[in-house]
């Protein structure tokens, strides 16, 4: 059976878990710790009546041997330990999806694109080790920097870890890149590195496109996308290229359409990764367009006023 939100709720507590101000009833807190967002049980555990903090309940038997059975503790540890593995950015720790906040239409369609497919995922079958049915539609995010692509694929990330205590890997593409080709200058071999971003349960690719589109990126793209494809595997992207070349029409609109293709970024994913690949891309995901100004300038403090100097 799925593995529901309700169920990650303790055992009994002598601090009842809905009045917990850190966990707000959920068990687990998350925070951000150096680069990466990790997550832990909440400390109000370490009081549970049933278990007294190790997990396990102790009972005898009819036949008057002690046993000891696993308590919701268990549970709550393997997926806190699931989301510390996720490796998701540390300044996204805050990120969830209901905190995503829409400023345009096509940011709302996202969020309700993204919400259906929650709503799906609580009608699938996951078994206790997480494992999900194959040949799940991802959900792939177009558009240009600050739009909070990230934001809402980190928010589906922290649910299926939490919620559902389903495997996930989140990696930004070029510093995937930058540590595959690291292991590679090690010595270790194309499958050994590859193989656990293929087989990992779901799989989250962020700045697809970024980098130079070398021979040996795409190489290493078209084996990663290509195994997950054939795996049927849950993958969800982001990419700051537009999925497909729409050219404008209307004159003055193409002129603007003209000019804009010195930025790099402009240029269509399809190109950025070739038709092989984008064909498969468009097996596996519904792709959304979300527009907007970028979110980003400002949301820094400056030392001096309200921030934290150095």
Same mark, same amino acid.
């Given at each position: 059976? %799925? ?7 303790? @055992?009994? /507590? ?5 009045? @917990?101000?850190? @966990? ?13 967002? &990790? +997550?832990? $049980? ?18 005898? =038997? ?13 549970? !709550?540890?393997?997926? /806190?330990?699931?989301?510390?593995? +996720?490796?998701? *950015? ?18 709302? /369609? ?18 206790? %080790? ?13 558009? *240009? *920097? ?7 694929? &980190? ?12 495997? &996930? ?7 995937? !890149? ?17 193989? *656990?971003? &293929? ?20 190489? $290493? ?8 494809? =054939? ?8 990419? =700051? ?10 004159? +003055? ?15 269509? !994913? ?14 596996? @995901?519904?792709? !959304?367009?979300?527009?907007? +100004? ?17």
């Amino acid at each position: 059976m %799925n593995a529901r939100p309700e169920d990650r709720r303790p @055992c009994t /507590a002598e601090t009842p878990a809905d009045s @917990c101000p850190l @966990c707000q009833g959920q068990g687990i807190v998350v925070s951000a710790h150096s680069e990466y967002a &990790v +997550a832990d $049980v909440c400390t109000h555990l370490a009081n549970c009546a049933s278990c007294r903090g190790t997990g396990y309940r102790r009972s005898r =038997n009819d036949a008057g041997y002690e046993i000891a059975t696993p308590c919701a503790l268990i549970g !709550l540890r393997r997926r /806190a330990n699931l989301f510390k593995l +996720a490796k998701i *950015p540390a300044q996204f720790s805050s990120s969830s999806y209901p905190s995503y906040q829409p400023r345009t239409e096509l940011q709302r /369609a996202a969020k309700l694109a993204l919400g259906s497919f929650l709503a799906q995922l609580a009608r699938v079958e996951i078994d206790a %080790n997480g494992e999900l049915p194959p040949r799940l539609r991802g959900i792939g995010l177009s558009g *240009p *920097p600050g739009v909070g692509k990230t934001h809402l694929l &980190v928010g589906v990330a922290r649910i299926l870890t939490l919620d559902y205590g389903v495997p &996930v890997h989140f990696a930004d593409f070029s510093q995937l !890149l930058w540590s595959l080709k690291a292991g590679y200058d090690a010595g270790t071999s194309e499958t050994q590195l590859i193989r *656990p971003l &293929v087989e990992v349960e779901a799989l989250f690719i962020d700045e697809l496109g970024k980098g130079r589109a070398s021979e040996w990126e795409l190489g $290493v793209l078209d084996a990663l996308i290509s195994g997950r494809y =054939n795996r049927g595997a849950l993958t969800f992207f982001a990419t =700051n290229h537009p999925y497909r070349e729409n050219r404008p029409t209307q004159p +003055a609109d193409a002129r603007r359409w003209a000019e804009s293709r010195e930025d790099p970024r402009m240029e269509p !994913l399809e190109a950025r990764v070739g038709g092989r690949i984008a064909s498969r891309l468009s097996a596996m @995901c519904d792709w !959304l367009e979300v527009d907007g +100004a970028d979110a980003r300038p400002g949301s820094w403090q400056t030392p001096g006023r309200g921030g934290r100097t150095a």
